[in-house]
């Protein structure tokens, strides 16, 4: 009866352990599972529930899932895994070639927006620049106005009307494009005009200043009529005249080819002396360039010599025609102007 009683209680004591065992299986098993989600942390043991009558058990701890090499993990069907060398290095270099990738788009949208801006700078300047040049150029805002063009300086020598013809020629023209070299040059070709001046008057005006070439001496032309011929300090024909102006020398030389030197150096001679002085003068003559003489009214001769030291000998020789000691004198001789001669 012991034995029995003994096997029985021993029975009864075992199938309470192994109603023991087994919910503390279970709750062992979920919590690796847990461990394995991450939802609860791992421990290395577990502590079995304590059931009245039975004992404590240890169980042996879950050990942790291994890491991969970089440290990634990766989630598949809803359960986290570890991820593999090669795949975490593949992850990464898609993560790092798409940052990349939107940073050179960026990089480029930045440079076509600086070149599109440039180019638009380019475009406006150019279009700006061409529509200064044709107001200068081309515009009829800057274009010569006949009513503002002005000749002055024109005498009796001059032919104003050829001058106003060729200054009308240019009406209409824009002054930054008027060829003012071309006209002055056309108008210094008209009788009479020795030299001229072109002053543009902003915006359409012109003005033309002319210096006139102005008659010196009366030479006869050597025709049936009896006319002559008014030269200039320059030997240039400015005019004719039936009969010699007031206040004009005539000069006996013929005109020719073979007297333009005795010409040219008696022209001189004239173009030098003081105007109190060319008052008085009433002819000259010579037959070289080197033995000029003056005749004055009143028929007072005057050996000037060459055309050298012309302003000594005209101030000698108006000391002596000041001097009441020559008031008789007919001759002077001032050729060599430091020392004069009276006869």
């Known amino acids: 009866m012991s034995d029995g009683g003994s096997s029985s209680t021993a029975g009864a004591t075992a199938a309470q352990g192994d109603a023991a065992r087994k919910p503390t299986s279970r709750d062992d098993a979920a919590r690796a599972t847990r461990a394995r989600a991450g939802t609860e942390p791992r421990t290395e043991s577990s502590t079995a529930t304590s059931h009245p009558g039975t004992s404590q058990r240890h169980l042996p701890a879950v050990p942790p899932p291994p ?74 805002l800057l274009a010569l106005d006949a009513n503002r063009v002005t000749i002055e300086g024109a005498s009796q020598t001059v032919d104003e009307s050829a001058v106003a013809e060729l200054v009308d020629s240019q009406i209409g023209t824009p002054l930054p494009r008027l060829n003012t070299t071309a006209l002055r040059n056309e108008i210094k070709n008209v009788r009479g005009v020795r030299d001229v001046t072109l002053r543009r008057q902003w915006p359409s005006g012109l003005a033309v200043i002319i210096d006139a070439r102005q008659p010196v001496a009366a030479v006869a032309d050597g025709s049936a009529s009896g006319s002559y011929v008014l030269l200039d300090s320059e030997a240039v024909q400015v ?43 009433k002819s000259v003559s010579a037959s070289t360039k080197d033995d000029i003489l003056l005749t ?22 108006e000391v002596l025609l000041a001097d009441e000691a020559n008031a008789q004198v007919k001759k002077f001789d001032v050729s060599a102007p430091t020392a004069p001669i009276t006869s």
Not at 120 to 133: E, N, P, Q
Not at 252 to 268: F, W
């Open 239 to 281: 005019g004719r005249a039936k009969k010699v102006p007031k206040d004009l020398p005539v000069i006996d030389i013929p005109l020719g080819q073979d007297n333009s030197d005795v010409l040219e150096s008696v022209l001189v001679v004239l173009e030098a002396i003081p105007e109190d002085l060319s008052t008085q003068l």
């Open 67 to 140: 890491e991969s090499s970089d440290g990634a993990m990766e989630q598949k069907s809803g359960v986290l895994g570890p991820l593999t060398g090669a795949q975490a290095r593949a992850k990464s270099r898609s993560v790092v070639s798409t940052g990349l990738q939107a940073r050179l788009a960026e990089k480029r949208s930045i440079e076509r927006a600086r070149r599109m801006r440039r180019w638009s700078w380019i475009g406006g300047s150019v279009a700006l620049f061409a529509v200064v040049m044709w107001v200068i150029f081309f515009s009829p």
């Open 296 to 317: 004055l009214k009143g028929d007072t001769e005057v050996n000037w010599g060459d055309s050298s030291n012309n302003k000594l000998k005209a101030a000698v020789l």
